[in-house]
């Protein structure tokens, strides 16, 4: 199991609740993998351990590119500069349920597994949201507030993750990853286009290829996402031209979107372009995992119920905001 670990409480095998102990332990961590599995996480954030309270990243700026100096020249020399820093604090979840002896008596395993399940399913869930809201805040902001709780969603240059304006740290325009276009396979291309355009703090090509749509999970923009990919014929024109499109994307409809952005009081429904290997290669999208979800079994003091805890340590942020440009965005760049 990769992030679960459960522990049981010194004396509870030979106390009245000893018999339920190895099978709930055994459920959870069945529980845990098979949610594992079914997570696309890490496909919007590259996973990371962590060891300390707060993480730091930066890296340098590009180098210049190679000079013709003749026969015998000298070499010249680069500088570099220090790109953006971005720290991310991880922060700390609990939950927990109860077994009653009352439960353990009338033999109610089933109900003592269900309540396992719902420990794991809310524990995954959290996780999952936490990544949505991130994704959401940052179409809106460089903060975003969730049960009183605010969190930083801005990337490292101090703009919100999607912004028209965000600024070069050596040389170079301002450049946008938000525009207001909606859907379409011309407007497809055009985003594409823009993003495989976006320069380096110094002025740099990197080689950008998204390759990945992010939808949320609404009927209108699923329609509209699959009509400008789905067919190799273009549906705009009446001869059914060539759709360049066909193929070359993967689609992820993401529900925990959809929740988050409603949460959030939010009803636009973006289209955002990924590059799936930037985001795995590079500091962009950073999920961090600090302390692994741990499940302790231990007898309540005030009241003698078999009380299962559990408690787990990560956070996300943005560094380097070029992994993503959103579409379908009031108040966004025109493509």
């Not at 003749?70 to 109860?98: L, V």
């Not at 605010?150 to 070069?168: S, W």
């Not at 009927?219 to 193929?247: H, M, R, W």
């Not at 009380?307 to 379908?328: E, I, L, N, P, Y």
Request: aromatic residues 12%; contains cysteine.
């Amino acid at each position: 199991m990769a992030y679960l670990t459960v522990s049981i409480g010194s004396g509870l095998m030979e106390s009245a609740y000893g018999n339920c102990q190895f099978p709930l332990k055994s459920y959870l961590l069945k529980r845990g993998e098979a949610f594992e599995q079914a997570s696309v996480l890490n496909k919007l954030f590259r996973e990371v351990n962590s060891r300390h309270f707060v993480e730091g990243y930066s890296g340098e700026t590009a180098m210049d590119d190679f000079e013709d100096v003749g026969e015998g020249g000298d070499y010249p020399r680069t500088g570099f500069e220090e790109s953006y820093k971005k720290f991310i604090q991880n922060r700390e979840f609990k939950q927990s349920f109860s077994v009653t002896q009352t439960m353990v008596e009338d033999n109610q395993l089933g109900t003592m597994k269900q309540r396992a399940n719902k420990l794991i399913t809310a524990y995954d869930r959290t996780r999952e949201m936490f990544g949505r809201y991130m994704y959401a805040g940052g179409l809106y902001g460089t903060t975003v507030q969730v049960k009183g709780k605010t969190y930083d969603c801005a990337a490292a240059d101090g703009k919100a993750l999607f912004a028209k304006d965000h600024p070069a740290k050596v040389k170079g325009d301002a450049q946008s990853n938000i525009f207001a276009d909606d859907i379409s396979a011309a407007n497809l291309g055009k985003l594409e286009t823009r993003m495989q355009n976006t320069v380096g703090d110094n002025g740099e090509l990197l080689a950008i290829q998204p390759d990945t749509i992010l939808i949320p999970n609404d009927a209108v923009l699923k329609n509209k996402v699959f009509e400008a990919i789905g067919s190799d014929k273009d549906p705009a024109t009446a001869n059914n031209g060539f759709n360049y499109q066909f193929g070359r994307w993967n689609v992820i409809v993401d529900p925990y979107l959809t929740m988050a952005l409603k949460k959030l009081g939010k009803t636009a429904t973006p289209w955002i372009l990924l590059d799936s290997h930037f985001i795995q290669e590079n500091d962009g999208a950073i999920f961090q995992n600090r302390v692994k979800l741990t499940v302790k079994s231990e007898i309540d003091p005030n009241n003698d119920n078999n009380r299962w805890k559990g408690r787990g340590r990560f956070s996300a942020g943005f560094v380097d905001w070029r992994f993503a440009a959103a579409g379908g965005m009031t108040g966004g760049s025109a493509l």
